[in-house]
C-alpha cells in the first residue's frame, strides 16, 4: 500500500515511501489448527491409548513411541503486517505415572502441507523430519537438525494418570535456545513463509494426543500458542534479512581484498552451491544462503578464509531508527571482537588484516561515518549461531532518532578461527520520532511566531550558542546538549543589564505541525523560571495577552493545528538555572486530550517579567505513537470506561480485577493476558466463598470512551469465561437491555453507535473455559458494513446472564480507527515552468532541508505553487 503522504525531491525525482502498518500491542491466543499423531510402535510390546487406561496394560513404558505434528497457521489468525514480539506455548497439563514427565517440544523448519488424515511415520520421515532409533529402545523425535527451536516442560505426576490438574504448563525453551529465537522464528515463517509454522512434541509414553492436551471437552483448550504483537511501534518498521531472496541485493561490499590465497570478500554463501575443497560451509541460521568469507576454501582444499586479506566489509543499506528500536543478528566462526573504535574514527580500518585484528558486526552513523558500537562472538565456533540483540536500553545512548544508520560486517582479522558470518538480520526502526536539539545553531523548523520591540527587554525566543561571544556580566546557562538552546535573546545588554526578565510584547516561538497519537509521547527540558499559571479556557477564548506581566507564564502548550486551541501547558516546577527539568507528557496525558486525525504544534510562550522572569527550551522529543487505542487495564484504572449499569445483587459491576488484589474466598480468578489485570465482574467470589459471579443481578454494562472507525479500522478483544452470545439486536435496539439478568442471557462485547445509541454486532466467546482467554478480531471487512466512515462508536462489555458459566472477562483490547479516505491528500503533477518548480496538489504542503525532516507547513500555500529551482536543495511533501 502506499501512503498517501508523498515527498519531492525538488526539481529531480518525486519518491513515494510505503507507510508502515504499525499495530498497538495485541496479545492473541489460538489453539492449534491441525494436529496429527505417528506411530513407532514396538512390535514385540503391548500398547494401548494412555488416556484414560491405566499403563499397567503397557509392557514397556519407557518407549518414545509417537510423535504429536500441532500446526499453528498465523497468516490465517494474525492481522496483516503483525510483527511477534513474544511467544509462549502452553499445554493442558495431563498428569502420568511414569517417572520421567519431561515433554518435548520442536519447533520445525518443514513443509506445512501435512495432513493430519493421512501423515504416516514413513511419510514423515521423509519430509517432516521425523526419525527413529532402536537403541537403547525404540523411539521416535524429530531431528533437531531441522528445528528452528526446542522447548520442554515438566508435566505433574502427583494425581491420577489422566485426571484433570486444571492448569496448563508453559514450555519453556530448552537445548540453548532462547525465546527471543522462539520469537524470530515465528517472525520468520510469517514474514518469508506461508504463516504456518509445525510444532512436534514427542517424550516418554506419548502415543496419545491426551498428553498435550488436544480435544479436550468442557473448555479445556490444546496446545495453545500466545503470541505478543508490536506496541505502539516497539518494532515499528520491521526489515528482516535472511539472504535467502531478493533482499541481499541491497547489501554492498564496500571494502574487498586482491591479496592472493585469501578471501576476496565478505559475500553470499550458498549451502546448495557443489563443494569447494574439504570444507563444507556451516548451516545457515535460515534458509540456505548466510554471509562470510568468499571463497570459503579454495579447490586444492587450502583454507582460504583464515589467511591474510585487506580488511572487508559487507554494508547493509541505510536504516532510520526511532525509540523503542531493536536489532538483531546471528553469528558464525570466530570471536574476534577487539575493534578500536576511537583509533578506527580517527585513522580509518586498518589496510590489511593482522592476527590483532577484528571480527564482527559495527553500528555506523551514515552522516558521519563514524562507527558507534561494534560486536563480535562471545567464543569461537562452527556449529552454533550466536544471536546478538541490541534492544531499546541499548541503542538509546547510541542514536539519534530519525537519522540513518549502517550495519556493516567488518574482518580486520586472520589467522586460527579468522573467518565470521552473518545471518537473520532484523532491523525493528521503532516509533517515528522526531527530535529539536537545536545544536546545528538554527531553530530546526520553528518560526518565531510573535517577537517583542520593547526597548531593554527580549525581543524574541531563539537560539542560544555557546559559541556566541559573552555579553554583559552573565553567562547563559549550559544546553542540556551542547552546544546550543532556545531562550530569551538578547540573554543581556552589553552594559550588563538583565535584559531577559525585563518587561517585554508576548513572545510565541512555535515548532512545525506534527502528527500525533493518544499512545504518543512529548517530552521536553526546561531551565529558568517557574510561571505555570496559564488559564487555557481564558487564553482559548481571548488570546494570549499583548504584553508580558509579573503574573504571567513561561512554558510550553500543546496546541491543536486545526482550531488553534491550547489543550495543556507545563512549565518547571521551581525556578532555577543550574538544572534542567524533563516534562513528559505521556499517554496518560495525551489521551485526555488527542483525537485522531488532528494534528499539532508545540508553542514556547513566555508572558512574564520580573524575578526568574525567562526560561530556556532544549531537548524537544515528539514520538507520534501509532494510530491505536489501547486498553490493558494494567494501570490499575479503567481507562476511561463508564460503569453505565450497576447491580446491587451478585456481581455488583464490571470491573478491574487484579493479580494484586487480596484473595477473596475459594476460587482465584483467571491470569490476565497482560498481568496484572483485567476487566470482569465485581466481586468475583464472596468472602464466604460463594460463587458470587454467576448469581442473579441487575444488567451490567461497562463502556468505552467514544472512538471514530473508518473503512479500514480494526477491532481486537480477548474474552474469558462463559460462552453467551445469544444477543438479539433487534429487540434490544427496539426495548434496550434487560433490567435483570437470566439463562438465557448474553455475555461479551457490542458494537454501538455512538450518536443513535443503536447496537450494531455482538460477539462472545466461541466455548465456554477460564483457562485460555479467546481473541476476537474484527477486520475491516467486517466492520465496513457496518459502520459510517467517520462515526464516533464505543465498546460495550455486557453481562444480561446468570448460571452456569454467567460470568465473563475481557482484556487486551485494541481499536485502530482507521484513517479517513484522502486524509494524507493527492500531489496532482510536478512541472517545471520558466525557472520555477510548480507542484499542483490537494491538502497541505510542507517542506524541509532534508528527507528525514524537521518538517514546516508552509502557511497559506495553495495549489498551484511555485517555488524557484535555483534555491538550495528542498523536500516537499502533501499531508493532511
Given at each position: 500500500?502506499?501512503?498517501?503522504?508523498?515527498?519531492?525531491?525538488?526539481?529531480?525525482?518525486?519518491?513515494l515511501?510505503?507507510?508502515?502498518?504499525v499495530?498497538?500491542?495485541?496479545?492473541?491466543?489460538q489453539?492449534?489448527s491441525?494436529?496429527a499423531?505417528?506411530?513407532?510402535?514396538?512390535?514385540?510390546?503391548?500398547?494401548?491409548?494412555?488416556?484414560?487406561s491405566?499403563?499397567a496394560?503397557?509392557?514397556?513404558?519407557?518407549?518414545?513411541?509417537?510423535?504429536?505434528?500441532?500446526?499453528?497457521?498465523?497468516?490465517?489468525?494474525?492481522?496483516?503486517?503483525?510483527?511477534?514480539?513474544?511467544?509462549?506455548l502452553?499445554?493442558?497439563?495431563?498428569?502420568?505415572?511414569?517417572?520421567?514427565?519431561?515433554?518435548?517440544?520442536?519447533l520445525?523448519?518443514?513443509?506445512?502441507?501435512?495432513?493430519?488424515?493421512?501423515?504416516?511415520l514413513?511419510?514423515?520421515?521423509?519430509?517432516?523430519?521425523?526419525?527413529?532409533?532402536?537403541?537403547?529402545?525404540?523411539?521416535?523425535?524429530?531431528?533437531?537438525?531441522?528445528?528452528?527451536?526446542?522447548?520442554?516442560?515438566?508435566?505433574?505426576?502427583?494425581?491420577?494418570?489422566?485426571?484433570?490438574?486444571?492448569?496448563?504448563?508453559?514450555?519453556?525453551?530448552?537445548a540453548?535456545?532462547?525465546?527471543?529465537?522462539?520469537?524470530?522464528?515465528?517472525?520468520?515463517?510469517?514474514?518469508?513463509?506461508?504463516?504456518?509454522?509445525?510444532?512436534?512434541?514427542?517424550?516418554?509414553?506419548?502415543?496419545?494426543?491426551?498428553?498435550?492436551?488436544i480435544?479436550?471437552?468442557?473448555?479445556?483448550?490444546?496446545p495453545?500458542?500466545?503470541?505478543?504483537?508490536?506496541?505502539?511501534?516497539?518494532a515499528?518498521?520491521?526489515?528482516?534479512?535472511?539472504f535467502?531472496?531478493?533482499?541481499?541485493d541491497?547489501?554492498?561490499?564496500?571494502?574487498?581484498?586482491s591479496?592472493?590465497g585469501?578471501?576476496?570478500?565478505l559475500?553470499?554463501?550458498?549451502?546448495?552451491?557443489?563443494p569447494?575443497?574439504?570444507?563444507?560451509?556451516?548451516?545457515?541460521?535460515?534458509?540456505?544462503?548466510?554471509?562470510?568469507?568468499?571463497?570459503?576454501?579454495?579447490?586444492?582444499?587450502?583454507?582460504?578464509?583464515?589467511?591474510?586479506?585487506?580488511?572487508?566489509?559487507?554494508?547493509?543499506?541505510?536504516?532510520?531508527?526511532?525509540?523503542?528500536?531493536?536489532?538483531?543478528?546471528?553469528l558464525?566462526?570466530?570471536?574476534?571482537?577487539?575493534?578500536?573504535?576511537?583509533?578506527?574514527?580517527?585513522?580509518?580500518l586498518?589496510?590489511?588484516?593482522?592476527?590483532?585484528?577484528?571480527?564482527?558486526?559495527?553500528?555506523?552513523d551514515?552522516?558521519?561515518g563514524?562507527?558507534?558500537?561494534?560486536?563480535?562472538?562471545?567464543?569461537?565456533?562452527?556449529?552454533?549461531?550466536?544471536?546478538?540483540?541490541?534492544?531499546?536500553?541499548?541503542?538509546?545512548?547510541?542514536?539519534?532518532?530519525?537519522q540513518?544508520?549502517?550495519l556493516?560486517?567488518?574482518?580486520?582479522?586472520?589467522?586460527?578461527?579468522?573467518?565470521?558470518?552473518?545471518?537473520?538480520?532484523?532491523?525493528?526502526?521503532?516509533?517515528p520520532?522526531?527530535?529539536?536539539?537545536?545544536?546545528?545553531?538554527t531553530?530546526?523548523?520553528?518560526?518565531?511566531l510573535?517577537g517583542?520591540?520593547?526597548?531593554?527587554?527580549?525581543?524574541?525566543?531563539?537560539?542560544?550558542?555557546?559559541?556566541d561571544?559573552?555579553?554583559?556580566?552573565?553567562?547563559?546557562?549550559?544546553?542540556?546538549?551542547?552546544?546550543a538552546?532556545?531562550g530569551?535573546?538578547?540573554?543581556?545588554?552589553?552594559d550588563?543589564?538583565?535584559t531577559?526578565?525585563q518587561?517585554?510584547?508576548?513572545?510565541v516561538?512555535?515548532?512545525?505541525?506534527?502528527?500525533?497519537?493518544?499512545?504518543?509521547?512529548?517530552?521536553?527540558?526546561?531551565?529558568?523560571?517557574?510561571?505555570?499559571?496559564?488559564?487555557?479556557?481564558?487564553?482559548n477564548?481571548?488570546?494570549?495577552?499583548?504584553?508580558?506581566?509579573?503574573?504571567?507564564?513561561?512554558?510550553?502548550?500543546?496546541?491543536?493545528?486545526?482550531?488553534g486551541?491550547?489543550?495543556?501547558?507545563?512549565a518547571?516546577?521551581?525556578?532555577?538555572?543550574?538544572?534542567?527539568?524533563?516534562?513528559?507528557?505521556?499517554?496518560?496525558?495525551l489521551?485526555?486530550v488527542?483525537t485522531?486525525?488532528?494534528?499539532?504544534?508545540?508553542?514556547?510562550?513566555?508572558?512574564?517579567?520580573?524575578?526568574?522572569?525567562?526560561?530556556?527550551?532544549?531537548?524537544?522529543?515528539v514520538?507520534?505513537?501509532?494510530?491505536?487505542?489501547?486498553?490493558?487495564?494494567?494501570?490499575?484504572?479503567?481507562?476511561?470506561?463508564?460503569q453505565?449499569?450497576?447491580?446491587?445483587?451478585g456481581?455488583?459491576?464490571?470491573?478491574?480485577?487484579?493479580?494484586n488484589?487480596?484473595?477473596?474466598g475459594d476460587?482465584?480468578?483467571p491470569?490476565?493476558?497482560?498481568?496484572?489485570?483485567?476487566?470482569?465482574?465485581?466481586?468475583?467470589?464472596?468472602?464466604?466463598?460463594?460463587?458470587?459471579?454467576?448469581?442473579?443481578?441487575?444488567?451490567?454494562?461497562?463502556?468505552?470512551?467514544?472512538?471514530?472507525?473508518?473503512?479500514?479500522?480494526e477491532?481486537?478483544?480477548?474474552?474469558?469465561?462463559?460462552?453467551?452470545?445469544?444477543?438479539?439486536?433487534?429487540?434490544?435496539?427496539?426495548?434496550?437491555?434487560?433490567?435483570?439478568?437470566?439463562?438465557?442471557?448474553?455475555?461479551?462485547?457490542?458494537?454501538?453507535?455512538?450518536?443513535?445509541?443503536?447496537y450494531?454486532?455482538?460477539?462472545?466467546?466461541?466455548?465456554?473455559?477460564?483457562?485460555?482467554?479467546?481473541?476476537?478480531l474484527?477486520?475491516?471487512?467486517?466492520?465496513?458494513?457496518?459502520?459510517n466512515?467517520?462515526?464516533l462508536?464505543?465498546?460495550?462489555?455486557?453481562?444480561?446472564?446468570?448460571g452456569?458459566?454467567?460470568?465473563g472477562?475481557?482484556?487486551?483490547?485494541?481499536?485502530?480507527?482507521?484513517?479517513?479516505?484522502?486524509?494524507?491528500?493527492?500531489?496532482?503533477?510536478?512541472?517545471?515552468?520558466?525557472?520555477q518548480?510548480?507542484?499542483?496538489?490537494?491538502?497541505?504542503?510542507?517542506?524541509?532541508?532534508?528527507?528525514?525532516?524537521?518538517?514546516?507547513?508552509?502557511e497559506?500555500?495553495?495549489?498551484?505553487?511555485?517555488?524557484?529551482?535555483s534555491?538550495r536543495?528542498?523536500?516537499y511533501?502533501?499531508?493532511?
Open positions: 500500500m502506499l501512503s498517501s503522504r508523498l515527498f519531492l525531491f525538488l526539481a529531480t525525482a518525486l519518491i515511501f510505503p507507510e508502515d502498518r499495530r498497538a500491542q495485541l496479545t492473541i491466543s489453539e492449534a491441525r494436529t499423531v505417528v506411530d513407532a510402535l514396538c512390535p514385540t510390546c503391548l500398547t494401548v491409548d494412555l488416556y484414560p491405566p499403563y496394560e503397557q509392557t514397556l513404558p519407557i518407549i518414545q513411541e509417537a510423535l504429536s505434528y500441532v500446526g499453528f497457521d498465523l497468516a490465517a489468525n494474525l492481522p496483516e503486517g503483525a510483527v511477534i514480539t513474544s511467544a509462549a502452553d499445554v493442558f497439563d495431563l498428569n502420568t505415572e511414569v517417572d520421567d514427565q519431561s515433554l518435548f517440544v520442536a520445525m523448519k518443514v513443509p506445512s502441507d501435512w495432513d493430519p488424515e493421512t501423515l504416516t514413513e511419510e514423515a520421515s521423509k519430509r517432516y523430519g521425523a526419525m527413529t532409533s532402536t537403541s537403547p529402545s525404540i523411539m521416535v523425535r524429530p531431528n533437531t537438525r531441522r528445528a528452528a527451536w526446542q522447548g520442554e516442560v515438566l508435566m505433574d505426576f502427583e494425581s491420577a494418570p489422566g485426571v484433570s490438574t486444571a492448569k496448563r504448563a508453559v514450555i519453556q525453551s530448552a540453548g535456545d532462547s525465546d527471543q529465537e522462539l520469537v524470530d522464528a515465528l517472525n520468520l515463517a510469517l514474514n518469508e513463509g506461508d504463516g504456518f509454522v509445525t510444532f512436534v512434541f514427542y517424550g516418554k509414553t506419548l502415543d496419545d494426543n491426551a498428553v498435550v492436551g480435544d479436550f471437552a468442557d473448555g479445556e483448550a490444546g495453545t500458542l500466545t503470541l505478543q504483537l508490536a506496541d505502539q511501534g516497539d515499528g518498521k520491521t526489515t528482516h534479512f535472511d535467502d531472496g531478493e533482499d541481499a541491497s547489501w554492498q561490499s564496500t571494502f574487498s581484498s591479496l592472493e585469501g578471501p576476496e570478500r559475500g553470499l554463501i550458498n549451502t546448495l552451491d557443489a569447494v575443497g574439504n570444507s563444507v560451509p556451516p548451516v545457515p541460521a535460515t534458509g540456505n544462503v548466510f554471509v562470510g568469507p568468499v571463497p570459503f576454501e579454495a579447490e586444492d582444499g587450502t583454507n582460504t578464509r583464515d589467511q591474510a586479506h585487506q580488511s572487508l566489509v559487507y554494508r547493509s543499506p541505510a536504516f532510520t531508527m526511532g525509540q523503542n528500536g531493536r536489532i538483531s543478528f546471528a558464525i566462526g570466530g570471536a574476534k571482537a577487539n575493534l578500536d573504535l576511537e583509533e578506527i574514527n580517527a585513522n580509518g586498518p589496510e590489511n588484516s593482522s592476527n590483532a585484528g577484528a571480527m564482527g558486526v559495527a553500528l555506523r551514515v552522516a558521519t563514524a562507527y558507534l558500537s561494534f560486536y563480535g562472538r562471545s567464543e569461537d565456533g562452527s556449529q552454533a549461531w550466536e544471536t546478538i540483540v541490541l534492544d531499546a536500553s541499548s541503542l538509546g545512548s547510541l542514536i539519534e532518532p530519525g540513518s544508520y549502517t556493516d560486517l567488518i574482518d580486520t582479522y586472520h589467522g586460527g578461527w579468522g573467518w565470521i558470518g552473518l545471518d537473520n538480520v532484523v532491523i525493528a526502526q521503532g516509533v520520532t522526531t527530535r529539536f536539539d537545536f545544536d546545528d545553531g531553530l530546526q523548523g520553528w518560526q518565531v510573535r517583542s520591540e520593547v526597548v531593554g527587554g527580549p525581543h524574541q525566543l531563539g537560539v542560544i550558542h555557546l559559541q561571544p559573552v555579553v554583559g556580566n552573565s553567562v547563559p546557562p549550559t544546553p542540556l546538549n551542547p552546544p538552546f532556545v530569551p535573546v538578547p540573554f543581556e545588554a552589553e550588563g543589564t538583565n531577559r526578565d518587561s517585554h510584547a508576548t513572545l516561538l512555535r515548532s512545525p505541525v506534527f502528527v500525533l497519537y493518544p499512545n504518543g509521547r512529548v517530552s521536553f527540558a526546561l531551565i529558568g523560571g517557574a510561571h505555570s499559571s496559564m488559564d487555557l479556557e481564558a487564553v477564548t481571548e488570546g494570549l495577552p499583548e504584553m508580558s506581566s509579573s503574573g504571567g507564564v513561561i512554558g510550553v502548550a500543546l496546541r491543536q493545528a486545526s482550531d486551541r491550547y489543550l495543556t501547558f507545563s518547571r516546577t521551581e525556578s532555577g538555572s543550574q538544572s534542567w527539568e524533563t516534562i513528559i507528557l505521556d499517554s496518560d496525558v489521551r485526555e488527542v485522531f486525525g488532528e494534528r499539532y504544534t508545540l508553542d514556547f510562550i513566555d508572558t512574564h517579567h520580573g524575578g526568574w522572569g525567562w526560561a530556556g527550551l532544549d531537548d524537544v522529543i514520538q507520534e505513537g501509532t494510530p491505536v487505542l489501547h486498553y490493558d487495564f494494567d494501570d490499575g484504572t479503567l481507562q476511561g470506561w463508564i453505565e449499569r450497576v447491580s446491587e445483587t456481581p455488583q459491576s464490571l470491573g478491574l480485577i487484579s493479580l488484589d487480596p484473595a477473596v476460587s482465584v480468578p491470569t490476565p493476558v497482560s498481568d496484572p489485570a483485567f476487566l470482569g465482574p465485581v466481586p468475583f467470589e464472596d468472602p464466604s466463598g460463594t460463587n458470587t459471579r454467576d448469581q442473579a443481578h441487575a444488567t451490567l454494562l461497562l463502556r468505552s470512551p467514544p472512538f471514530p472507525l473508518y473503512g479500514d479500522a477491532i481486537s478483544f480477548s474474552l474469558i469465561g462463559g460462552a453467551h452470545s445469544q444477543f438479539d439486536l433487534e429487540e434490544v435496539n427496539a426495548n434496550g437491555l434487560p433490567e435483570l439478568s437470566s439463562g438465557s442471557g448474553a455475555i461479551g462485547v457490542a458494537l454501538r453507535e455512538a450518536t443513535s445509541g443503536q450494531l454486532s455482538f460477539y462472545g466467546r466461541s466455548e465456554s473455559g477460564s483457562q485460555s482467554w479467546e481473541t476476537i474484527l477486520s475491516s471487512s467486517e466492520l465496513a458494513p457496518l459502520i466512515q467517520g462515526g462508536y464505543t465498546l460495550d462489555f455486557i453481562d444480561t446472564h446468570s452456569g458459566w454467567g460470568w472477562g475481557v482484556d487486551d483490547v485494541v481499536i485502530r480507527p482507521g484513517s479517513a479516505p484522502n486524509a494524507g491528500g493527492v500531489l496532482t503533477s510536478i512541472t517545471s515552468d520558466g525557472g518548480i510548480v507542484i499542483e496538489f490537494s491538502g497541505q504542503l510542507e517542506r524541509a532541508t532534508g528527507i528525514q525532516g524537521p518538517w514546516e507547513m508552509i497559506g500555500a495553495t495549489s498551484p505553487f511555485a517555488e524557484d529551482a534555491q536543495m528542498q523536500f511533501r502533501v499531508s493532511p
